[in-house]
C-alpha cells in the first residue's frame, strides 16, 4: 500500500490527522499533483473546515480541471446553503465527466431547495436510474414530483419507497396528503396517516393531517 492509498484508508477509518500527514507529504513530494491537494481537501471538508477546504480544492483546479474538486466546492456551497452556487459547480462536475448517481442526485437537489422543481426532476430521475435501490432519492424525486403537480407520478414513487422500507414515514404521510389534495379522498388518506404517526408519534404533518380530516367530519 502507497502514501497516496494509506492516507485514503486513514481518512475513511477517520484517522484525520493521519490522513493529514500523508497527503500533506505528497504535497510536499509533488506539489504540481492535484491529487494531493484534493485529497487533503477532503480530509478538511470531514472535519468541517470548509474554509480551508475550499483553498485546497481551488489549488488543485489551478494545476488541472478535475471534476472531483468542483463536487467537493459544491458539497461545501450547498452544506451553507447557498444553492445556486452549489448547483453551478455540481453541473461543473457533471460536464467534466463525473455522471455519477451522487452528482445527479446533489444538482437536482439544489433545484428543489431552490423550488424549481421542473428542474430537479430530471437530475433526480436520473440518479434513480442509476440506483433504483437509492430509497432518500427515490423519495426527494417523489417530492420534486409533488411540487410539480405530477401527483400520480409521485404517488407510485412514494409507494416504492415504503415497499423497500415500510418505516419510512414520511413516505406515508406524503401519500395521505396527495390522497387528500389531489384526489379528494381524505377516508384513504387516513390509513397512511396513521401509519407515519405509528412510526414516528411525532410527525407534526402527519398529526395535522389527522386533525384536518377530523374537522372535515364535523
Do not use: W
Not at 497527503?23 to 492535484?34: M, R
Not at 410539480?148 to 423497500?164: C, R
Not at 414515514?169 to 390522497?179: C, E, Q, S, T
Not at 414516528?200 to 393531517?209: E, F, M, S, V
Amino acid at each position: 500500500m502507497d502514501k497516496f492509498e494509506k492516507g485514503l484508508e486513514a481518512l475513511r477509518q477517520k484517522q484525520f490527522d493521519e490522513a493529514l500527514r500523508l497527503f500533506n507529504e505528497l504535497i510536499e513530494k509533488d506539489p504540481q499533483d492535484p491529487l494531493g491537494y484534493i485529497h487533503f481537501g477532503d480530509v478538511l471538508l470531514a472535519v468541517g473546515e470548509y474554509t480551508r477546504a475550499q483553498n485546497f480544492y481551488i489549488k488543485a483546479l489551478q494545476l488541472k480541471e478535475l471534476p472531483a474538486p468542483y463536487y467537493s466546492l459544491g458539497t461545501i456551497q450547498y452544506k451553507e446553503g447557498r444553492y445556486e452556487e452549489a448547483a453551478g459547480f455540481f453541473e461543473k462536475a457533471l460536464r467534466l465527466g463525473m455522471k455519477d448517481k451522487d452528482t445527479y442526485f446533489m444538482l437536482g437537489m439544489c433545484f428543489l431547495l431552490m423550488n424549481n422543481p421542473r428542474f430537479a426532476i430530471p437530475y433526480l430521475q436520473r440518479s434513480v436510474e442509476l440506483d433504483p435501490m437509492d430509497i432518500d432519492a427515490k423519495f426527494q424525486f417523489g417530492l420534486a414530483l409533488v411540487k410539480a403537480n405530477l401527483h400520480k407520478e409521485a404517488l407510485q414513487y412514494f409507494q416504492q419507497v415504503i415497499d423497500h422500507d415500510p418505516n419510512h414515514a414520511d413516505a406515508y404521510y406524503n401519500i395521505g396528503a396527495i390522497y387528500v389534495d389531489y384526489y379528494h379522498q381524505p377516508e384513504k388518506a387516513i390509513s397512511f396517516f396513521e401509519k407515519a404517526l405509528a412510526i414516528q408519534p411525532d410527525h407534526l404533518l402527519a398529526g395535522y393531517g389527522m386533525k384536518m380530516i377530523s374537522a372535515l367530519d364535523k
